[in-house]
């Protein structure tokens, strides 16, 4: 993704004014470029380990909807968190999914295999929310898509902070 369309990104969403807005424009622009069927907007709690769902777009998926709160614990934001921003999972097996993040029959039972999350930091470099993808395409993201997709959500949480709910 070349910097004339991170740029064209980054105008777009100088007009977003709520965070739906922004979700919006964030699926517009990486649906030409990346496979997702799930895209979702998460605030992180840090006191409470908490995530809530405060943008979500595409394939539902029970129990994961708009303004649902959850806990971290088991998750793949949590593993991002362990990770230094970025985690990506992708896999048919059902017992590898709840082998390792075990809260997740119902993302599993949506038809969902692959799995991204991106910890969206704050000015002050916190963890304050995450981008979570997700696909029923298992095929893992390759580089250039992780970079682009890295790149895309340093813009978006650049902004996120500043907008209304």
Same mark, same amino acid.
């Given at each position: ?26 699926? #517009? ?9 799930? /895209?979702?907007?998460? $605030?992180?709690?840090? @006191? =409470? ?59 599993? #039972? ?9 910890? /969206?930091?704050?000015? $002050?470099?916190?963890? @304050? =929310? ?36």
């Amino acid at each position: 993704m070349n910097d004339e369309l991170l740029a064209s990104f980054s105008n777009a969403i100088g007009s977003a004014s709520k965070i739906a807005q922004l979700g919006e424009i964030l699926v #517009d622009f990486l649906q030409g470029s990346v496979q997702f069927d799930r /895209l979702n907007i998460g $605030l992180i709690d840090q @006191d =409470a380990r908490t995530f809530e769902d405060a943008f979500v777009y595409g394939q539902n998926v029970s129990g994961r909807s708009l303004g649902n709160v959850r806990t971290l614990d088991g998750t793949v934001v949590e593993a991002a968190m362990a990770a230094d921003g970025v985690f990506a999972f992708a896999n048919h097996d059902l017992d590898a999914w709840l082998g390792r993040f075990p809260r997740f029959g119902p993302v599993y #039972d949506s038809g969902m295999r692959k799995m991204l999350a991106i910890l /969206l930091k704050n000015r $002050l470099g916190s963890s @304050d =929310a995450a981008l979570v993808l997700a696909s029923t395409n298992s095929a893992p993201y390759d580089t250039e898509q992780m970079r682009a997709i890295q790149r895309v959500a340093a813009i978006a949480a650049e902004k996120l902070f500043e907008l209304e709910r």
